[in-house]
Each structure stands twice: as C-alpha cells, then as structure tokens.
C-alpha cells in the first residue's frame, strides 16, 4: 500500500511537474517584480528625479540584508530546520510586504507626506556603513528612492528566501529523476517574467496617456499576491506527499553551526559559488539598465500617434505572440511524434520573427529586450536533458561564460557603430539579446544541479543560501557600480537617453572574463577530485 502512494505523489509524472509549476509560476511573478523599474529607469529620472546613482544605489538595495545582516544565511538555516512548505509561505508574504512598501515610494501619495519630509531630512548618513562605503543611501538621494530601497530590501529578503526554497522543493521532488530538466525548467519559466515586465511595465506606466509609475509598480504587486497563493497551494501538495510517504518535513538530523564551516571547507563549493556570483552579476544588474542603454545606443522614430502601433492593443497581441513562441519552444523538447515535434519548432520560430517584428515597429527599446528570454526557454530544457544524461555540466559553465563576454563587448562597441541606422542596430541589438539569454540558461541547467553532489543532503538548503548570500554581494555591488560609473563618464548628462555605456559594459565582460577562467579551473578541480560535475545526473 505504500508503495502505491509513493507512486501517486512523486514517482508519477504529473504530481511532481505539477509541484514545479507551482513553484515556477510563484518565482515567475517576483521576477517580474524584481525588474519593475528596470524599463522606465529614464521616467524615474524625469517624473521622480532618480538620476543613475540613486536609481543604481536602490536597485542594489534589494541584496542590501542579505549580505550585510546575513539574512540569506538566516533562511537557509530556516530553510533546514522548518523545512520548504513553512520558508516558501514565509517568503511569499516577506516579498509581498516589501512590494508594497516599494509601491508607497513611488505613488502620488508620498509626494508631500510627512514620510517624505522624514526621509528627506534623515538617513543622511549611517555611522560605520559610510565610513565602509557600502551604505544603502547618501545625502541627497531622493527620499522616495530612499523608501522604495526600504521595501526593495525587505523584497529581496523574501525573493532570495524563495530562490533557496524552490531549489530546495525541486531537490526534493526530482532528486535521482530529472533535476536539471525541471530546474531548467523552472528557470526558463520564471524568467518570462523579464519579458512579461519589459512589455507591461511601460504599458502601465503610461496607460492613457499620462506617466504613472506607480501603476507598474502595484501591478508588480497583484503579481506577488499570486504568488502567495502559489505558495499556499503547493503547501498542502508538498504536506501531503510527506503524510503518505511518511517522510518528515525537517531534516533527520538537527541542524549545526559546524555543518557550515563543513560547507565552506570544499574547495569545489567555492568554485561553483564564485562562479556564480561572476556570472549572475555580469547579467542581473544588466537586466536594470538594459531599456536604457538600447535608448542610449539606436536611434528610434514613434509611431504615428493614433496607429496601430502606437495603441494599447499591439501590447496585449505581441505578449500573446512571446506566449505562443515560449510554449512552442518548451513543449517541441517533450514531443515524441516528428510531425508534431518539428511543427512546434515551426511555430516557434515563425512566431519569434513576428514578435521581433512587432518589437521594431513599435520603436521602443523595452519590446526589443524583452526577446531577452524566448531563446532560452526553448534551449534550457535541452540543456538539463544533457546534463541529466549526458552530464557535461563545467564545460557549459565554461562556454556560457564565453558567450557572454562577446555579448557586452558586442554592446559596447559593435551596437554603437549603428547608431542612425533604422534597421542594422536593432537586428544587432536581437541577435546579442537572444545569445545574452541562451547563455544564461547555462547557469540553471548546470550549475544548480551541481550542488546536491558537493554536500551532504541535509545542508542543501545552507549551501544554496550560502550560494545566494555571495551572489548577493555581487548583485548588491554590481547595480550600484554602474550607476556610479554611468554618472562618473558621463558628466553633465541629464538627458536620460544620451548616456555612454562603454565603461559600464567593458566592466560587465570582465566579470565574464573571469567566469571563463574560473571555470576552466572548475573542469580541472573536478577532474582531480572526482566531483561527478561532468557526469549525467540520472545513471542508466
């Protein structure tokens, strides 16, 4: 009789690819969130008065507890002592609490209330943070900005908090089945959400005809009230599975302060962290000023006011279309029949030349990067398939790495060179976004899976958060940088789609630089030590 319960929670397909959508459609609305501001960087400038520093300074705020007060340590601790179906509730409602503070920042309301004037005449300066340089806010940024980087902190405290908990619920799910693919998987759905926020994002913000930020901010947060209800639904799943296989929700053994000093004594630990701290910060804190440097670098023309491609329909139609490509691409790598296989293919990519279209003739740089994520969506399923049995998983790392130094470099100095041009720079701009994406997805096919064979089971969730508390640092740092950098090269700019992104972009290639380096001694690494990263995850 157990058996016959076990094989209707987790070894039938169903029941565990059900969980994992629950779970990546919860992660899919904070990234949405995660990148609200992200397109109208140049309408928080001229409507709020955000200049690059201020907008680099409350972007880099969301990592701001995790690394400073440790708060990703803290949660992986919760994590292994509560278990996923506590943490995944506890992180739905932090994320939610945040956005809303996020969106006070932001609305009509703020502007002449006492919060204003309190936060205007205060946090000037923080003894000790000053002094380190790593405060979360300087004399003379905007106090909206200083509000909305209050309740970015409490977010990122609660979407980091996620993260470890969805690679923690997809361990426990599909571990000794296909992990990479679901963790793929789940990855190329939640980032949809990118896209799903370039398009929407502006769409709000200048919904009939007059710029509110503040509506693509509380979309943002109807989203995060979703994903709570997610996270609720795959509670009782994730409940139910334990009643009737009679596993226990917290870890056989109790959890010790040792168990971290153990994980940070593996060298291959500290490759994969470095690793990933390199490559995420050379791709998150670019995702915040991608729409600007596409306006700073092509030259765009407005639609005909009145045309169809200047109306609210043409939005709704072209995201139907990115749902149409990103469907096709995901279910052609999990259709047995030819016909049907290559048709979806078709249509994938059919559709991906009509949305691309679409994006040109709307003439705005947001449409165009939101392409940022449908190559992926297609190729990472492919990917976990590999490492799943194939294996292979360093040398993707390492590859993705390459591919992401010729994508900035491509921004840096190849894009700018099209400037002027109607039709070359955008064809460029697609190409490199579309590569820039697929290269991301190397990350969640093989990075993550890696894990779960550099530790022992019951401190998977510190690992992650140890993981995730040094990429932090970097997705803390890297936001903050640029905005210094763009302000610093760019003296006296205050046009918001006149900056230089050159020195910002050559920073970010070296991150991918650095990446390839560290990967190649990650190959090695394995190979002396024998970590299994270059062997298929499910052994036939």
Same mark, same amino acid.
């Given at each position: 009789?157990?058996?016959?319960?076990?094989?209707?929670?987790?070894?039938?397909?169903?029941?565990? $690819?059900?969980?994992?959508?629950?779970?990546?459609?919860?992660?899919?609305?904070?990234?949405?969130?995660?990148?609200?501001?992200?397109?109208?960087?140049?309408?928080?400038?001229?409507?709020?008065?955000?200049?690059?520093?201020? %907008?680099?300074?409350?972007?880099?705020?969301?990592?701001? &507890?995790?690394?400073?007060?440790?708060?990703?340590?803290?949660?992986?601790?919760?994590?292994?002592?509560?278990?996923?179906?506590?943490?995944?509730?506890?992180?739905?409602?932090? +994320?939610?609490?945040? =956005?809303?503070? #996020? $969106?006070?920042?932001?609305?009509?309301?703020?502007?002449?209330?006492?919060?204003?004037?309190?936060?205007?005449? !205060?946090?000037?300066?923080?003894?000790?943070?000053?002094?380190?340089?790593?405060?979360?806010?300087?004399?003379?940024?905007?106090?909206?900005?200083?509000?909305?980087?209050?309740?970015?902190?409490?977010?990122?405290?609660?979407?980091? +908090?996620?993260?470890?908990?969805? @690679?923690?619920?997809?361990?426990?799910?599909?571990?000794?089945?296909?992990?990479?693919? =679901?963790?793929?998987?789940? +990855?190329?759905?939640?980032?949809?959400?990118?896209?799903?926020?370039?398009?929407?994002?502006?769409?709000?913000?200048?919904?009939?005809?007059?710029?509110?930020?503040?509506?693509?901010?509380?979309?943002?947060?109807?989203?995060?009230?979703?994903?709570?209800?997610?996270?609720?639904?795959?509670?009782?799943?994730?409940?139910?599975?334990?009643?009737?296989?009679?596993?226990?929700?917290?870890?056989?053994?109790? %959890?010790?302060?040792?168990?971290?000093?153990? /994980?940070?004594? @593996?060298?291959?630990?500290?490759?994969? =962290?470095?690793?990933?701290?390199?490559?995420?910060?050379?791709?998150?804190?670019?995702?915040?000023?991608?729409?600007?440097?596409?306006?700073?670098?092509?030259?765009?023309?407005?639609?005909?006011?009145?045309?169809? $491609?200047?109306? !609210?329909?043409?939005?709704?139609?072209?995201?139907?279309?990115?749902? /149409?490509? =990103?469907?096709?691409?995901?279910?052609?790598?999990?259709?047995?029949?030819?016909?049907? #296989?290559?048709?979806?293919?078709?249509?994938?990519?059919?559709?991906?030349?009509?949305?691309?279209? +679409?994006?040109?003739?709307?003439?705005?740089?947001?449409?165009?990067?939101?392409?940022?994520?449908?190559?992926?969506?297609?190729?990472?399923?492919?990917?976990?398939?590999?490492?799943?049995?194939?294996?292979?998983?360093?040398?993707?790392?390492?590859?993705?790495?390459?591919?992401?130094?010729?994508?900035?470099?491509?921004?840096?100095?190849?894009?700018?060179? %099209?400037?002027?041009?109607?039709?070359?720079?955008?064809?460029?701009?697609? /190409?490199?976004?579309?590569?820039?994406?697929?290269? %991301? *997805?190397?990350?969640?096919?093989? &990075?993550?899976? *890696?894990?779960?064979?550099?530790?022992?089971?019951?401190? /998977?969730?510190?690992?992650?958060?140890?993981?995730?508390?040094?990429?932090?640092?970097?997705?803390?740092?890297?936001?903050?940088?640029?905005? #210094?950098?763009?302000? #610093?090269?760019?003296?006296?700019?205050?046009?918001?789609?006149?900056?230089?992104?050159?020195?910002?972009?050559?920073?970010?290639?070296?991150?991918?630089?650095?990446?390839?380096?560290?990967?190649?001694?990650?190959?090695?690494?394995?190979?002396?030590?024998?970590?299994?990263?270059?062997?298929?995850?499910?052994?036939?």
């Amino acid at each position: 009789m157990t058996e016959k319960i076990q094989q209707v929670m987790r070894d039938v397909p169903a029941y565990r $690819w059900t969980a994992l959508l629950l779970l990546a459609l919860a992660m899919f609305c904070s990234y949405i969130f995660m990148d609200i501001l992200s397109p109208i960087k140049d309408l928080m400038q001229s409507t709020r008065g955000w200049d690059s520093t201020a %907008f680099g300074t409350m972007q880099g705020s969301e990592t701001f &507890l995790n690394v400073f007060v440790f708060f990703l340590i803290f949660a992986g601790i919760i994590l292994d002592k509560m278990g996923v179906r506590f943490t995944a509730l506890l992180s739905g409602v932090v +994320m939610l609490v945040g =956005a809303i503070i #996020k $969106w006070y920042a932001v609305s009509s309301q703020f502007i002449g209330s006492e919060v204003e004037t309190w936060f205007t005449n !205060n946090l000037n300066y923080i003894p000790v943070f000053d002094e380190l340089g790593i405060s979360p806010f300087y004399r003379g940024m905007p106090a909206s900005a200083k509000v909305a980087a209050v309740g970015f902190m409490i977010f990122g405290c609660g979407v980091e +908090m996620a993260g470890i908990t969805v @690679s923690r619920g997809i361990v426990k799910w599909f571990k000794g089945r296909e992990m990479a693919l =679901a963790m793929g998987s789940e +990855m190329a759905l939640a980032r949809l959400g990118v896209a799903t926020c370039m398009i929407f994002s502006p769409f709000f913000a200048k919904l009939g005809g007059q710029v509110d930020v503040s509506r693509s901010v509380a979309f943002g947060v109807v989203l995060l009230m979703i994903a709570l209800i997610m996270f609720i639904v795959y509670f009782f799943m994730d409940k139910k599975l334990d009643e009737q296989t009679g596993e226990a929700e917290e870890t056989e053994e109790p %959890f010790k302060v040792k168990d971290i000093g153990n /994980i940070l004594s @593996s060298g291959g630990f500290w490759l994969v =962290a470095l690793l990933c701290v390199l490559y995420y910060s050379a791709i998150f804190p670019f995702q915040k000023y991608a729409v600007n440097m596409l306006q700073c670098n092509l030259t765009f023309t407005a639609p005909e006011t009145g045309s169809f $491609w200047a109306g !609210n329909s043409v939005t709704l139609i072209q995201y139907g279309i990115m749902l /149409i490509v =990103a469907f096709c691409a995901f279910a052609f790598n999990f259709s047995k029949k030819k016909v049907a #296989k290559y048709g979806l293919l078709s249509t994938s990519i059919i559709g991906l030349i009509v949305f691309c279209y +679409m994006g040109y003739m709307r003439q705005s740089a947001e449409t165009i990067f939101a392409v940022f994520p449908l190559l992926a969506v297609g190729i990472t399923p492919i990917l976990g398939k590999v490492v799943d049995h194939k294996g292979k998983a360093a040398t993707m790392l390492i590859f993705g790495s390459l591919l992401l130094i010729i994508c900035h470099l491509t921004f840096a100095f190849i894009l700018p060179l %099209f400037k002027g041009s109607a039709v070359g720079g955008v064809v460029v701009a697609y /190409i490199t976004i579309l590569v820039l994406g697929a290269s %991301f *997805s190397l990350v969640p096919a093989s &990075l993550w899976p *890696s894990v779960p064979k550099l530790v022992d089971q019951k401190v /998977i969730g510190s690992a992650y958060a140890l993981i995730f508390w040094i990429q932090n640092i970097g997705l803390w740092l890297f936001p903050l940088l640029i905005g #210094k950098v763009l302000d #610093k090269t760019n003296p006296g700019v205050t046009n918001p789609i006149a900056y230089d992104y050159t020195a910002p972009l050559i920073m970010l290639a070296s991150l991918g630089l650095l990446a390839f380096g560290l990967g190649i001694v990650l190959k090695a690494w394995d190979k002396k030590k024998g970590l299994g990263l270059e062997l298929p995850n499910i052994k036939d």
